[in-house]
């Protein structure tokens, strides 16, 4: 497949694209349920939590921090991450932006 053209399109369906694929893996779903459930920073407790490997729930973790939705703070030698309220709620309208613009149509009109 090519390279990707997108500066054909605009900043908000990009940053769309890359939030939807950074959660197009369950793990990344279950790591953001977890840490919304838990409503606080969490460091070690994903291992014993989801079953993986630590340097797979790290590479999991970059992806998710690097679209902005958690945030992390060291504290020593370990990171605590949580939800990025701010980010969540800009991720959140993204979505809600695009599913908005749903009009269900008339079943004459329908294909």
């Not at 993986?52 to 370990?78: N, Y």
Request: proline content about 3%.
């Amino acid at each position: 497949m090519g390279v990707t053209k997108s500066n054909l399109f605009t900043e908000e369906q990009n940053d769309l694209a890359n939030v939807a694929k950074a959660f197009a893996h369950p793990a990344r779903i279950a790591i953001i349920q977890y840490l919304l459930k838990s409503n606080a920073c969490i460091n070690g407790h994903l291992v014993a939590e989801l079953g993986l490997a630590q340097a797979t729930i790290s590479q999991h973790l970059r992806a998710l921090k690097d679209i902005g939705i958690i945030q992390g703070t060291i504290e020593g030698v370990s990171v605590s991450y949580c939800i990025n309220p701010k980010r969540w709620e800009e991720v959140k309208n993204l979505f809600s932006g695009i599913f908005e613009l749903y009009k269900n149509p008339n079943q004459q009109n329908c294909c």
